[in-house]
């Protein structure tokens, strides 16, 4: 069974470029969630989605949009990239409507350097 | 306000040690949840154990076990002798109401080297 796959898994950008992070949950589940992880400030919740919808949103400026397809896959995008927007950004998925009650699985992690 | 505290920033234990990760949370929600993850140098968090506020018994998981109190609001998580491989970054997080959904509030982190 595949897990969470996350692509890419590496990325440069220069600063005021725009950027599209995709995660492929594991087949079955409808819920995504995404976070950010820097050294500073550890990992912070970003957005979370349940069949299309997205139902939590965190503290992060509206350069932070996402998305979420009929196939459960989920896409997030950064414009106007800024140095402080370096970082891990991971992404979840679970079986259940959220993360709550269920367990949640983890993809590798898209890291993002900003030049 | 939700907060959680992992005071150990990095802890370094030879191998067959016992270890014990702190976690202490704050919440005035009667219901949440609280978890622990580890994460390799991969990256992926890995989930160990998820636990309901309203279940206190503690649990042991092999060479793993973790103590909830909601009297201290700590969620402690113990390594039983030690092995290499579980050095890694591991993180206690907390999510409460159901509303909140997938919302999870993650400690800093304590890193755990563990030596030959």
């Known amino acids: 069974k595949a897990g969470v796959t996350q692509t890419p898994r590496y990325l440069i950008k220069t600063r005021g470029q725009q950027v599209t992070l995709s995660c492929s949950p594991i087949?079955?589940?409808?819920?995504v969630s995404w976070y950010q992880q820097t050294p500073g400030q550890g990992l912070q919740f970003l957005f979370e989605y349940f069949s299309e919808t997205q139902r939590n949103k965190g503290n992060f400026p509206g350069r932070f949009s996402g998305r979420q397809f009929s196939n459960s896959r989920s896409e997030m995008n950064v414009s106007t990239l800024e140095l402080g927007d370096s970082a891990l950004y991971l992404c979840a998925s679970s079986l259940g409507q959220t993360l709550l009650n269920t367990e949640a699985f983890f993809g590798q992690g898209t890291r993002l350097t900003v030049v | 306000a939700q907060k959680v505290t992992q005071a150990q920033t990095e802890i370094s234990v030879v191998e067959k040690e016992d270890v014990t990760l702190d976690c202490v949370y704050e919440t005035r929600d009667t219901t949440y949840y609280l978890f622990w993850y580890k994460q390799p140098p991969s990256g992926e968090l890995v989930f160990l154990i998820r636990r309901n506020s309203f279940d206190e018994q503690n649990e042991i998981s092999g060479r793993y076990s973790w103590n909830f109190q909601k009297s201290t609001s700590s969620f402690n998580f113990t390594i039983t002798a030690s092995q290499v491989v579980d050095s890694a970054v591991y993180f206690c997080a907390l999510s409460f109401s159901y509303n909140q959904g997938g919302k999870l509030i993650f400690g800093q982190g304590t890193e755990l080297s563990v030596k030959p």
């Open positions: 087949s079955g589940h409808r819920s």
